[in-house]
């Protein structure tokens, strides 16, 4: 630890001029996780919504504000009180030129053809893609010409655009059906294509100089002339390439570095501020803990409510969040609706830090039953903050474990109903608070949904299903506040904060506008 700060403030203190800068105008970025797959179909991780973005476009985009705004389609009418949606595709959108997909003309436009193809791919449960339930609900999609595309619906959506927009509804050629090899030279129509892969090690796009959009000024999109992404597995490491200069932007700070460069309000310290920009924003991510409360499991006593109700009141929110966190994030002493998001409600007293009136319900709880050790399933990157929780359990005199494992196994462990209780996120894949609610649906039980805590209730299930006949925003809140009560009031899920993104970058980096989805959106971008 002691080598790498010294390093670190080595690096801080070195002239920037130092630094070799290309002609080319060359956005760097690491991805810590990785990419499994070039294929939007399995978008599922921020890393791969990230690349999706860069060399895919969508039938329609959320721009910075998450409002709804055209991409390929320029025009659209819902009809039919919500149950058929129309799309017009703009004219001159071409996908990128490339030898794979067709070897005698080398770029085409694109045509509603290739819309269906896209969208049909995610509806074929062959193809197993983590985003079928997006396709669930639609009826059949028809091409009415070349430029128009008719969606059939089996119920009306509400924020059935907003699902269009993810990076599972990217646009590509039909005509990769017949190539094998397609995914390894992908295509699109987005502001970059692809240029050269090197497995775990370097990803090369470059700038589409056909993209479709232009700025205000009417110049074409993108200004970069590339996208070099590195895969260093070691956040420490990739955090020492930033303060060299050889990355031009990092989206999180490391627990093992943060407080050399935080200051305890969350903000960068004074003497970086002439190094780097800061920003700071809310992020549509609720952590918590999940409890899982099928009658089926090992450990009887999470089923009992005030057990579960004594679990939360036990830890003290504001301290992780002061002390684990330098202020990053707002603790979770809400509902599981993330800050920020229309539902979320802002404080609930029933769910509030109350270590002794925690104690008393667990000493009373001993007098009629044998209270079992608890599991805490966690990953590595939260064990400081697990280690707090089992701290906080144990003082009310109950052993708990902590379980540590990678995220992969870790996913794989919640999602087959193994773990009594499990750390988690939840991230929004698009900005409708539904989108958190669908998570205690009885119909989503994992492992063939997200419901991994197992929660059953009928009047949840009622005010659910009535979310699709309600287009009024105030109702729909209404909806949200009561179904996110029901939530709180059973203590299914103990919200341990919500969380804020953190993005530091060089002082020649402008126009990289943060949004509460934290989608990476280099189109705009400028490097001086």
């Not at 001029?17 to 105008?25: F, L, R, Y």
């Not at 655009?161 to 050629?173: A, D, G, R, T």
Request: with cysteine; aromatic share 14%; hydrophobic share 35%.
């Amino acid at each position: 630890m002691v080598i790498i700060i010294f390093i670190f403030f080595l690096l801080i203190s070195c002239n920037s001029n130092e630094i070799d800068v290309s002609e080319k105008k060359v956005f760097r970025y690491n991805e810590i996780s990785g990419l499994q797959s070039f294929d939007p179909l399995y978008s599922k991780n921020q890393s791969h919504n990230w690349f999706c973005n860069h060399i895919y476009s969508t039938l329609v985009k959320l721009d910075s504000n998450l409002n709804i705004i055209p991409s390929i389609a320029h025009e659209w009418k819902i009809k039919e009180n919500g149950f058929i949606y129309e799309f017009k595709i703009r004219d001159e959108i071409y996908f990128h030129e490339s030898d794979k997909f067709n070897s005698i003309i080398k770029q085409r436009k694109l045509n509603s053809n290739d819309v269906k193809y896209s969208l049909d791919r995610i509806k074929d449960i062959s193809n197993a893609s983590p985003g079928y339930w997006i396709m669930e609900n639609v009826k059949e999609i028809n091409v009415i010409d070349s430029k128009t595309v008719k969606i059939i619906l089996n119920k009306k959506n509400p924020f059935f655009l907003e699902l269009l927009s993810m990076k599972y509804c990217s646009i590509i050629p039909k005509e990769s059906e017949f190539i094998k090899d397609f995914f390894q030279f992908p295509v699109g129509t987005g502001p970059f294509k692809f240029k050269y892969h090197k497995l775990n090690t370097k990803l090369i796009l470059i700038k589409n100089n056909y993209y479709y959009e232009f700025d205000s000024l009417n110049n074409r999109l993108p200004y970069i002339d590339a996208i070099s992404i590195s895969f260093i597995p070691d956040k420490q490491t990739s955090f020492l390439e930033f303060v060299k200069g050889n990355l031009e932007f990092i989206s999180d700070v490391e627990n093992s570095y943060k407080n050399e460069i935080l200051n305890k309000n969350g903000s960068l310290k004074e003497k970086f501020n002439k190094k780097f920009n800061f920003n700071k924003s809310i992020f549509f991510n609720t952590e918590f803990l999940g409890i899982l409360v099928d009658h089926g499991q090992i450990n009887s006593n999470l089923l009992i409510k005030d057990f579960r109700m004594a679990l939360n009141n036990s830890i003290d929110k504001n301290k992780i969040i002061k002390y684990l966190r330098n202020n990053i994030g707002n603790p979770g002493i809400g509902g599981f609706i993330p800050k920020g998001m229309d539902g979320h409600i802002e404080n609930f007293k029933i769910s509030n830090y109350d270590f002794n009136k925690s104690k008393k319900i667990i000493d009373n709880l001993k007098k009629t039953y044998t209270l079992n050790h608890l599991d805490i399933y966690t990953t590595p990157n939260y064990v400081d903050v697990s280690e707090f929780i089992q701290n906080s359990w144990q003082n009310l005199g109950i052993d708990v474990n902590l379980i540590v494992s990678p995220p992969s196994t870790h996913r794989e462990i919640v999602s087959s109903s193994k773990a009594s209780i499990f750390r988690a996120s939840w991230i929004a894949d698009y900005s409708d608070a539904e989108n958190f609610l669908s998570l205690f649906y009885s119909k989503n039980l994992s492992p063939y949904g997200p419901n991994y805590t197992h929660f059953s209730n009928q009047l949840y299930d009622n005010l659910y299903n009535k979310l699709y006949n309600i287009d009024d925003k105030s109702t729909r809140i209404k909806l949200y506040n009561q179904m996110d009560s029901i939530i709180v009031n059973n203590f299914v899920i103990i919200p341990l904060y919500y969380d804020q993104i953190i993005r530091l970058t060089q002082k020649n980096v402008e126009n990289l506008n943060l949004n509460k989805m934290n989608i990476l959106n280099l189109e705009t971008v400028k490097l001086n």
